[in-house]
C-alpha cells in the first residue's frame, strides 16, 4: 500500500499509542475484538496475540527484529490471526494472560506472546522471542511452523493444552478463608524483609532490583507501630541509595524503572507515572519518619519532574516515557566527560564530573556486546556532606552548586531526541498521583501539590466519569473509553481520602463515598468476599480474577482494604469494616505463604492491629487555631488514623457524617477529639494537648 502498512493491518484508527507505533507493520494486525476472533474461527487458524505497550524496550526489540520484518511477517500472516493489544489500556487481558505464561513457564513480562484458540483458549506462551533460535530458545522462525503443523496435525494435544490450563486457571481463583493473627504474621514478614535486606547496598534481594516502595511504606508502619529501629534503618537506607543511585535520574528528576545490578547504579531507563507517585509516597512517609532532608529533596525534584515533563495542560498526568531515544536505551541520560566541559565553565564542570562520577571509559556498558560505551550514568557516592568536606564547602553551598549545575545540563540535555513519551491518560495511575501529591502537600505545607492534586482530579472528573460514578480506563487524544477495572475505582478513591483529609473539603469524601458505594455494586464478590478485577458486565475471557499480590503496585484489593476501614472509620460504617476483615480472612492463606509479596495488603492489616485513632477537630477552617491543629496532624507520620474536620461552616458533610454533630466546639474555642477502641478521650482546646493524647 501507498502509506506502507500491510493491506490488512486495523491498527491506525486505534486510541493506544502501542498500537498505533505498530499500525505500519507488515503483519496483519487486528485489535481485539469479535472481529478477529471471527476471521480465526471461519478459517480455523489459531490467534497469535502479542501484549506489550508503548515504552517497553524488549517489545521494541521485537518489533525491530520480527513484526518490522517482511519474512517473518508473512509466515505470521500466512498461519495466524494476529492481535496486538496494549497491557495499560486492557489490564484485564494483560492479567488474564500473564497468569498463563507465569504457570506454563515460570516467568513473566512483556513483550508477553500468546497462542490462543479462536474461542481465546491459550495453548502456548512466552515473553520476548527472538527472530531465530537463540541459546536453545526457538525463535519466530522457527516456532511458527512448528505451532502451524502442530494446529494442523496435532490438535488434540492443543486441547489437552488448553483444557488442563483453564482448569489451572481457574483453580489458581480458588480461596479458601482462614483466620490470623495479625501480630504473628506482621512480625513474620518483618523478619523476612531483614533476611532479604542487601547490607551492603541496601534494597531486597540481589539483582534486578526493584523499587516496590509499598515495602518500604509497609517497614515504616512497622517501625511506628513496634518502635522496630531496623526496620526503618532498612526502609531509610533504601530510599537514600536508591536516590543517590543511577535509577534515579540526578539530572532531571523522577525514578527509571528498576535497577539491573545490585548496586542501583545501571536502571532500566523507562520512567512510569505510577513508580512516581508511589515513591513520592514512600520518600514523604520516609521524611516524616526520619526528617532526612535528602527525602524531601527527592520529592521536590520528582514533583517538578512530573509538572515539567508529565502533566497535560489540563491537569491530568501522562502515563510513562520509553526506555529508548535513536534506537538506544539510556542515550537520553548518560554523558561522557566532554559534553560536561562543553556545557559549563571548567572549575565547575570539574566538580560536576566529579561529583556525579562521569569517568572516560564510562559505567555504561553496551547491551549486545557488555563493553564499556564512553558514556557514564550520573550517580553519587557519598553524601553531599562529605562531597562538601572534600571540597572544603558547607553542604548546602554545595547544594546550591549542584542546583545551577543541574539547571544547566537539563537545559543541554533538553536539546538531545527525547525518548518517545505514551500520552494516554489512566484513571487508576492517576488516582496514585492524587494520593501522592496530596499527601506531600500537606506534610510539606505545599499549596502547589495540592493544587495540581486537585486540577488533576478534576481532569479525571471532566474526561473519565460518567453519570458522577462510573469511571472509564483511558484518555487519549481528547476520546475516553474502556470501562473501569477494580484498580481504577481503589487508587482513585485512595486519591479522593487523601484529598480530603490535606484540605477537608467534603465534596472529596463524598465523591470516594459514592465510587466506593459503585465499586462494590460492580466487583464485590457477594459469596465469599474481595473484589474481581473486572466488573461483572466485563468481557468474559478464562474467569473473574482477584488481584491480591502486591507487585510492581499494590493490588486493587489491599488499597480497597485499607480504603474500607478508612472510609468505615470516617463514616460509621462499620459493614465496610467487616467487608475488609472478610478479605483479610480471605487472602490470609496466600500472605502467610509468602507475606513479603504483600507489602500493600499488609498496611490494612497493621491498621487494624494499631488501634486506630480519629481524630476529630471542631472549628472553622478560616479560625488560626483550628489552622494550627490542622497543620500539627499533617506533618507527622500518623498511619493508623484518621482525620475530619466538623466545620460549622460546612453543613454538607453532617448528612454524610451525622454523629459529628455531636462533637462541637467546648468554650466557643476550636476542639480535638481524639477517639480509640470506640471511646473518646475529653476534648481539648489546644494543639500541643492534642498532640499529647496523640503520642
Not at 241 to 250: A, E, K, L, V
Not at 256 to 274: A, C, G, I
Not at 489 to 506: H, R
Not at 650 to 673: R, W
Request: hydrophobic share 35%.
Amino acid at each position: 500500500m501507498a502509506d506502507g502498512r500491510a493491506p490488512h493491518n486495523r491498527l491506525k484508527d486505534e486510541s493506544s499509542p502501542y498500537l498505533l507505533q505498530h499500525a505500519h507493520n507488515p503483519v496483519n494486525w487486528y485489535p481485539w475484538g469479535e472481529e478477529a476472533f471471527a476471521k480465526a474461527r471461519q478459517e480455523d487458524k489459531p490467534v497469535f496475540l502479542s501484549i506489550g505497550y508503548a515504552t517497553c524496550h524488549w517489545c521494541h526489540v521485537m518489533a525491530r527484529e520480527s513484526f518490522e520484518d517482511d519474512a517473518i511477517a508473512k509466515l505470521m500472516n500466512q498461519n495466524f490471526v494476529n492481535i496486538k493489544v496494549d497491557r495499560e489500556e486492557r489490564p484485564d487481558i494483560d492479567n488474564t494472560y500473564m497468569l498463563v505464561c507465569q504457570m506454563l513457564t515460570g516467568r513473566g513480562g512483556w513483550p508477553l506472546n500468546v497462542f490462543l484458540t479462536p474461542d481465546k483458549e491459550p495453548f502456548y506462551a512466552a515473553t520476548y522471542i527472538p527472530k531465530e533460535e537463540r541459546h536453545g530458545q526457538p525463535g519466530m522462525h522457527q516456532l511458527i511452523p512448528w505451532i502451524s503443523d502442530m494446529w494442523t496435525n496435532n490438535r488434540s494435544k492443543i486441547t489437552q493444552s488448553t483444557d488442563s490450563i483453564i482448569q489451572a486457571f481457574q483453580q489458581s481463583n480458588d480461596f479458601s478463608s482462614e483466620n490470623y493473627i495479625a501480630e504473628k504474621i506482621l512480625e513474620k514478614t518483618f523478619r523476612q524483609f531483614k533476611n532479604q535486606y542487601d547490607k551492603s547496598y541496601a534494597g531486597f534481594g540481589t539483582e534486578p532490583k526493584f523499587p516496590t516502595p509499598h515495602n518500604l511504606m509497609f517497614l515504616l508502619r512497622y517501625q511506628h507501630q513496634t518502635s522496630n529501629k531496623e526496620a526503618r534503618q532498612m526502609a531509610e537506607q533504601t530510599l537514600i541509595n536508591m536516590r543517590r543511585g543511577g535509577i534515579y535520574d540526578h539530572i532531571g528528576g523522577g525514578f527509571h524503572r528498576y535497577s539491573t545490578d545490585q548496586q542501583w547504579l545501571v536502571p532500566h531507563f523507562e520512567k512510569m507515572l505510577y513508580d512516581q507517585a508511589m515513591l513520592l509516597m514512600a520518600y514523604t512517609e520516609g521524611w516524616q519518619c526520619t526528617n532526612n532532608p535528602l527525602l524531601k529533596q527527592t520529592v521536590t525534584e520528582t514533583a517538578q519532574y512530573l509538572f515539567r515533563d508529565m502533566q497535560h495542560p489540563d491537569g491530568g498526568f501522562y502515563s510513562a516515557e520509553d526506555a529508548d531515544s535513536e534506537g538506544q536505551e539510556g542515550k537520553f541520560y548518560v554523558w561522557n566527560p566532554a559534553e560536561i566541559r562543553n556545557i559549563l565553565p571548567l572549575p565547575k564542570a570539574e566538580l560536576a564530573i566529579e561529583v556525579f562520577n562521569i569517568t572516560q571509559e564510562g559505567n555504561y556498558r553496551d547491551e549486545t556486546s557488555g563493553r564499556k560505551t564512553g558514556q557514564s550514568i550520573a550517580y553519587l557516592k557519598k553524601p553531599i556532606s562529605e562531597l562538601a568536606a572534600e571540597h572544603n564547602m558547607e553542604a548546602d553551598q554545595l547544594r546550591v552548586e549542584l542546583a545551577v549545575t543541574k539547571e544547566k545540563l537539563l537545559a543541554a540535555r533538553s536539546e538531545r531526541i527525547r525518548p518517545l513519551r505514551d500520552d494516554k491518560i489512566l484513571t487508576d495511575w492517576n488516582g496514585l498521583i492524587i494520593a501522592a501529591l496530596a499527601k506531600a502537600g500537606r506534610a510539606f505545607d505545599n499549596d502547589e501539590y495540592v493544587c495540581e492534586a486537585q486540577r488533576c482530579l478534576q481532569f479525571i472528573s471532566d474526561h473519565l466519569i460518567e453519570n458522577e460514578a462510573m469511571l472509564q480506563h483511558r484518555y487519549y487524544n481528547g476520546t475516553s473509553g474502556i470501562n473501569g477495572h477494580a484498580d481504577d475505582y481503589a487508587f482513585l478513591i485512595w486519591g479522593l481520602i487523601e484529598l480530603y483529609e490535606t484540605t477537608f473539603k467534603s465534596k472529596y469524601l463524598e465523591q470516594a463515598i459514592r465510587l466506593n458505594n459503585q465499586m462494590i455494586e460492580q466487583f464485590w464478590d457477594s459469596g465469599i468476599g474481595g473484589f474481581y478485577f473486572t466488573a461483572e458486565s466485563g468481557e468474559e475471557l478464562l474467569g473473574r480474577k482477584k488481584e491480591m499480590n502486591d507487585a510492581a503496585l499494590p493490588s486493587g484489593n489491599s488499597v480497597a482494604m485499607m480504603n474500607l476501614l478508612r472510609l468505615g472509620r470516617m463514616t460509621g460504617r462499620t459493614e465496610w469494616e467487616q467487608m475488609a476483615d472478610t478479605m483479610g480472612q480471605l487472602f490470609a492463606p496466600q500472605i502467610q505463604q509468602a507475606p513479603t509479596g504483600f507489602g500493600g495488603a499488609l498496611q490494612p492489616i497493621l491498621f487494624t492491629a494499631g488501634q486506630p485513632q480519629e481524630i476529630i477537630i471542631s472549628g472553622s477552617k478560616k479560625e488560626e487555631n483550628t489552622q494550627n491543629m490542622i497543620n500539627q496532624l499533617h506533618h507527622r507520620f500518623l498511619p493508623n488514623a484518621i482525620r475530619l474536620l466538623h466545620d460549622p461552616d460546612d453543613s454538607s458533610l453532617h448528612s454524610l457524617i451525622p454523629f459529628l454533630t455531636d462533637f462541637g466546639m467546648q468554650e466557643n474555642q476550636p476542639t480535638a477529639y481524639v477517639c480509640q477502641n470506640y471511646s473518646c478521650d475529653l476534648p481539648v482546646t489546644s494543639a500541643e494537648k492534642m498532640i499529647e493524647l496523640l503520642t
